[in-house]
């Protein structure tokens, strides 16, 4: 077997967002949500499911999976590969815009139905230890949890460490899958939920065709150029500011010995930008 990077865009919507293989999304869902008995999810219908890019280099139109229950309680599963700037006032912002396009104009708000977002990210965003944490609007004093339709689950994947033999629960099969799928060759044991089966079939990429195969690949490439773009805004940034800094050293009479110290910037650099400020 060869899994997919369960990370990469066409990996994780063809996962989740699967209409022929609901059980993965229902399962997941539950594990998560921490759902038991008739408060289990037993069907869902998904707003946005997977599709291939009609043509190959061409960006899908699909961030993230949404589903409704029978209830009509709205999920949306959403993979971050790395932090962005203003990432916790955009998931309050698209989460909010979800729930309230429920309305449509002068109907009633006892219409509304509460919306659930879940994000799993590539990295830390909080401060607990917890790789899976839960956020609701509560009282701050009495924690009266009386405004209950908006809902914030946060899965951090570097802070989660469980190698296979110590997989007790289904949230942390779950997680494990999440993170590690594509470093596996076989599948793993005690594998007792559907849905997880289900999910690592599909991860399977020699189930997979010529087609979902070549959109997987360019995903991968275009998320390294992004990260090498950003790796390269980053670098530019430093730049600019140790240029900043030893101008002003320059200035303030400091020797070069102590400007390279101050800013890491090579006997040549300082030299060059002396002439330059003088």
């Known amino acids: 077997m060869q899994f997919a990077d369960i990370k990469n865009d066409i990996a994780f919507r063809k996962i989740f967002g699967n209409e022929n293989k609901k059980e993965i999304l229902i399962s997941f869902l539950n594990a998560v949500l921490k759902l038991e008995g008739n408060q289990q999810i037993s069907w869902v219908e998904i707003l946005n499911p997977y599709q291939v890019p009609i043509v190959l280099g061409a960006k899908s139109t699909i961030l993230d999976v949404k589903a409704k229950d029978k209830a009509g309680k709205e999920y949306i599963v959403e993979m971050q590969v790395t932090e962005k700037i203003g990432f916790a006032k955009r998931v309050v912002y698209y989460t909010s815009k979800s729930y309230s396009s429920q309305l449509n104009v002068g109907e009633a708000y006892g219409k509304l139905k509460p919306t659930i977002f879940i994000g799993i990210l590539n990295f830390e965003f909080l401060e607990s230890e917890s790789y899976l944490s839960r956020h609701l609007i509560l009282d701050a004093d009495t924690q009266e949890h009386k405004l ?17 033999e110590e997989l007790k629960t289904l949230v942390e099969k779950w997680v494990f899958f999440i993170k590690n799928a594509e470093n ?13 089966k289900s999910a690592y079939t599909e991860a399977d990429r020699h189930l997979w065709t010529k087609k979902e195969l070549a959109a997987y690949e360019y995903a991968q490439m275009r998320e390294t150029d992004e990260k090498a773009r950003e790796m390269f805004v980053l670098e530019k940034g430093k730049h600019n500011k140790q240029i900043e800094v030893a101008t002003k050293a320059i200035r303030k009479g400091f020797d070069n010995e102590t400007i390279a110290d101050l800013t890491d910037l090579n006997m040549e650099q300082i030299e060059k930008l002396r002439k330059e400020t003088k």
């Open 148 to 164: 209950k339709d908006l809902d914030f689950n946060f899965i951090e994947l570097p802070k989660f460490n469980k190698k296979e």
């Open 184 to 196: 596996l060759t076989v599948l793993p044991q005690n594998l007792d939920d559907e849905g997880l």
